[in-house]
């Protein structure tokens, strides 16, 4: 419901951005043939800024993707249960939790942003879905069984994270 209402919200706020830009688009076209004023039209170098700028917003985007891969973390084994705590402010920091099969995991989230996008996670893979208190830890344990990459993500599926499993190595520790 909450998802459906926000991307309704979304288009209203892109058509009412569109809109203004038509209509100030239009009062440009008549200002243009009402006075002598030729030239409203942007400069070229205007443009080409602009047409830079977005491709250096998406060469960012696809840098951070890329790059973000890496930050991956190890859960850190206390007492038999590997563990790690996640931040969740404007995402998952870190997105990409590595820990081994056949071994407990406790996935502690750590809820610092009041967005409401982020007041639930969901780990479809091991059946848990947890509602985080802001400001507050709320952890999640489970047991993988398989190696494999398990995704994790908020409620509206925006945000993602991956819990790594990599085969024991410690079969007889
Ligand atoms: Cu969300």
């Known amino acids: 419901m909450k998802s459906q209402n926000t991307i309704l919200t979304a288009i209203l706020t892109l ?3 569109f809109g203004t830009a038509s209509v100030s688009q239009a009062q440009t076209e008549s200002t243009e043939t009402n ?3 030729a030239h409203l039209e942007q400069p070229l170098h205007l443009k080409i800024l602009v047409t830079l700028g ?3 917003l998406i060469g960012a985007e696809v840098w951070w993707f890329l790059f973000s891969k890496t930050k991956s973390q ?3 084994t206390n007492q038999g249960i590997q563990e790690l705590e ?3 402010d404007g995402g998952y920091k870190p997105h990409r939790v590595v820990v081994q099969a056949a071994q407990p995991v406790r996935l502690i989230f750590f809820r610092k942003d009041p967005s409401s996008c982020l007041e639930k996670v969901l780990l479809p893979d091991f059946y848990k879905a947890l509602d985080l208190e802001l400001n507050q830890r709320t952890s999640v344990e489970f047991t993988p069984t398989e190696a494999g990459e398990y995704t994790f993500h908020c409620g509206m599926n925006m945000f993602r994270g991956v819990v790594e499993v990599q085969e024991s190595n410690q079969k007889n520790a």
């Open 15 to 17: 058509s009412l951005l």
């Open 35 to 37: 006075n002598n004023f």
């Open 54 to 56: 977005g491709l250096g």
């Open 74 to 76: 190890k859960a850190i």
């Open 86 to 88: 996640i931040i969740v």
